[in-house]
């Protein structure tokens, strides 16, 4: 596992520049992202940000139905939101896969860094019932827009993709039964 350093709160430019400049991109440079910023990006879809455990993205209920997922030329790591850090889920590259799982969008391969929102809808509908389903969504486009301007703020390019085989892209991560996922999303 990989534990990353405390993220950064007061560094890049002002949020009206950041909201200005983004865009959806689906070309990368070959490079892979380095360490601090996968867990920049990972905290700021899903961190915490004060000792209660509230997050940076708003949760019905503080439900907090979202798991998120890294996937690297590597393999693929499941973020821990408590203790900011990584587990190997497998050690493989899955890029490719999720690249055919994603009806062919070559920039599923060529993204040095996919992310991967998935739902556990159980935990919201404890709560909220047959409202669930929209909470959840809801949910999951704040967690990527936050993963989408902090790459723009740390000078990367994503795109948020759903068009894909649900079944498939579980089938390919390995996802538990529970799980659905919702977002894959590039980075470079």
Do not use: K, M
Request: hydrophobic share 40%.
């Amino acid at each position: 596992s990989v534990r990353f350093p405390a993220p950064e709160a007061d560094s890049g430019p002002p949020l009206t520049q950041v909201l200005a400049r983004r865009r959806s991109v689906r070309a990368y440079r070959p490079r892979p992202l380095t360490e601090r910023e996968i867990g920049q990006l990972l905290w700021a879809t899903q961190g915490i940000t004060d000792p209660v455990g509230l997050r940076t993205a708003p949760s019905a209920g503080a439900t907090y139905p979202l798991e998120v997922y890294v996937a690297t030329a590597a393999g693929l790591y499941g973020y821990q939101p408590d203790g900011h850090s990584l587990v190997e889920v497998l050690n493989r590259d899955v890029r490719g896969d999720l690249a055919d799982a994603g009806l062919g969008q070559s920039w599923l391969r060529q993204g040095p860094a996919v992310f991967i929102i998935a739902a556990v809808y159980p935990r919201t509908a404890t709560r909220y019932g047959s409202r669930a389903e929209r909470y959840v969504h809801l949910e999951a486009g704040h967690a990527c827009q936050n993963l989408l301007l902090q790459a723009e703020a740390l000078g990367l390019g994503g795109v948020a993709v759903g068009a894909f085989d649900d079944a498939e892209v579980a089938r390919v991560l390995g996802l538990p039964a529970d799980q659905s996922p919702l977002y894959l999303v590039p980075v470079g």
